[in-house]
């Protein structure tokens, strides 16, 4: 980042926190979690993170501890004190869009001649329910 070095020489006093916070964010919960989750907010020592399903909240929590300890090794004890997670929309969005795979056209199948009815209904179901399914 072109800005880095600027902006340590401003924040030589640690008044950047929010910012400095959102830049080691990625590299402290790991790409997985950075991916469903953005710093919304730095408010009394308390960072407020933006998650993008409820699940997120929850597994974030557990591992809460741990990435309070990692935020501060890096930035210093006295920046983040606590981490609240909240729910809300994520205003970057850099995965790229998935393109629709068209379905290969579906063809019947035809049965070997079983003279068991009920053998016959079952491989019938058994196809069908293949042919329903994604994959």
Do not use: C, Y
Not at 3 to 15: F, K, S, V
């Amino acid at each position: 980042m072109a800005l880095r070095p600027i902006l340590e020489r401003l924040d030589a006093e640690g008044h950047f926190g929010l910012v400095r916070l959102t830049q080691v964010w990625p590299e402290m919960v790991g790409e997985g979690i950075a991916r469903h989750t953005e710093v919304a907010g730095l408010k009394f020592h308390t960072a407020v993170i933006k998650v993008s399903l409820p699940m997120w909240i929850q597994e974030l929590n557990l591992l809460k501890t741990q990435i309070l300890t990692r935020l501060q090794e890096r930035l210093g004890a006295d920046v983040v004190r606590d981490l609240r997670f909240v729910i809300g929309k994520l205003s970057r969005r850099e995965r790229p869009r998935l393109k629709p795979v068209a379905r290969a056209v579906r063809r019947s199948i035809e049965l070997p001649e079983l003279k068991d009815p009920e053998l016959r209904r079952a491989f019938e179901s058994l196809i069908e329910a293949w042919g329903r399914s994604s994959r």
